[in-house]
């Protein structure tokens, strides 16, 4: 089969794209999400995890199936315009390009507070800068970068929880009483345990750099297992170790993890582990927020400069440059919670495309069955109204204002222009 034609440099294969994408999700997410998670749905944690693992699934099947029939940067933006129409690819990418510059931000300030958290916001900065300059050298420096990240934060992993289970039986240092769990309960902790899981669509972005394209849906699954294989064993040990008052209890689980065995000269080690994974997140991150922005630009639903590929390095430097740039303007404004809230609306707005797009594919393209592209819309939609209002409110507001600025820019270019 002939090789699809590509704007840039296909130098990825399958391991290098399930590194990047278990690096991506593999993040920030396992060594905090545990305190909101256990807060909402005490000892019902590990099934709100398994929700949410079952709503991240569904997604991944419908974005993988669709990298592979349409091999090219953007993710869910490119996927919407062939599927539904341009209106509903520029929906996606905006909601993706909103979102995901938060969850830079947010993973570059994660960096400063653990590695220093008296000067959070310069390392913040410098990690920007880092990241920026390694996505910039090319994709196998990312895709190398990657792996590295992974083992180091992997090994730390294991540690942690092979010295917290030495510490089973002993009581946390803390505890809050934790009100009856219900549906909604385990829900909510489902739609906090999902973020830690956003990442698997950092392999569909790539689309145009993975050497095979019809390898993508493999490489998205096998990503997914391996991190719902970690996910299961940390809030395991965390919730047979801490139990559901104590994991509740602190924000920093892992650090509780090693405290409560006695193993206070591991604590530096889990702090690196943190800031590292922090890292790994943010490389994935900005490189998905580049290649979406460049899939965006050369559709004209963004400045037409963010289209340029490098000349020899074959990435689209200008736009991994402008990511990095509004990152840092993000990691400068402090305070991201309302930031933050219009991020958690639009990931799931921009996966609700990707699941509705999954459904218009043909009986031949498809790898899995057409009803869970179905429930992942539904979950999506469902797991959206489930946020509070305001944050609702906020988060379509942002969107729609959105749209509305790319109504009145078509309505004034040229014709020959339109899409």
């Not at 540690?159 to 510490?167: D, Q, S, W």
Request: glycine share 12%.
């Amino acid at each position: 089969m002939s090789q699809p034609q590509s704007r840039l440099s296909r130098r990825l294969g399958t391991g290098d794209a399930v590194v990047i994408g278990v690096g991506a999700m593999i993040g920030t997410g396992v060594f905090v999400v545990w305190q909101p998670a256990a807060e909402q749905a005490g000892s019902w944690l590990l099934l709100g995890l398994a929700l949410a693992a079952l709503v991240a699934f569904c997604n991944a099947t419908s974005t993988a199936q669709l990298a592979a029939v349409h091999p090219k940067a953007g993710g869910a933006y490119h996927y919407g315009r062939e599927r539904l129409g341009p209106h509903w690819g520029a929906l996606a990418g905006y909601a993706f390009v909103v979102g995901k510059t938060a969850s830079c931000a947010t993973a570059a300030l994660a960096v400063g507070t653990y590695l220093w958290p008296e000067h959070a916001t310069p390392v913040a900065l410098a990690a920007v800068a880092l990241i920026t300059g390694v996505n910039l050298a090319g994709v196998q420096k990312t895709a190398r970068a990657a792996r590295i990240i992974l083992a180091g934060v992997a090994g730390v992993l294991l540690v942690t929880v092979v010295t917290g289970l030495a510490g089973a039986g002993n009581d946390p240092a803390a505890t809050v009483a934790i009100d009856d769990v219900g549906p909604l309960g385990v829900l909510g902790s489902a739609a906090v345990l999902f973020y830690a899981f956003a990442g698997y669509a950092r392999i569909a972005t790539l689309g145009e750099e993975v050497r095979e394209p019809t390898t993508i849906p493999r490489a998205v699954t096998i990503g997914l297992l391996i991190v719902f294989g970690v996910y299961l064993v940390v809030g395991a040990t965390v919730l047979a170790v801490l139990g559901p008052e104590g994991a509740a209890a602190t924000d920093q689980p892992l650090h509780t993890l090693v405290e409560n065995a006695g193993a206070d000269w591991l604590i530096p080690v889990v702090t690196v582990g943190a800031g590292v994974a922090a890292l790994g997140a943010l490389l994935s991150l900005l490189a998905g927020v580049g290649r979406t922005s460049f899939a965006m630009a050369a559709e004209r639903d963004l400045p037409r400069a963010f289209a340029a590929v490098h000349p020899t390095r074959r990435v689209p430097h200008l736009a991994e440059l402008g990511a990095g740039v509004i990152t840092a303007v993000a990691v400068l404004s402090g305070d991201l919670v309302q930031t933050l809230s219009i991020s958690s609306f639009a990931v799931l707005v921009y996966y609700a495309v990707a699941n509705l797009s999954a459904l218009r594919l043909a009986p031949e393209q498809r790898r899995w069955p057409r009803w869970l592209a179905g429930l992942g819309l539904v979950l999506c939609v469902g797991l959206a109204l489930s946020l509070p209002a305001r944050m609702v409110v906020l988060g379509a507001g942002t969107l729609a204002a959105l749209l509305l600025l790319r109504a009145v820019v078509v309505r004034f270019r040229p014709v020959t222009g339109r899409t």
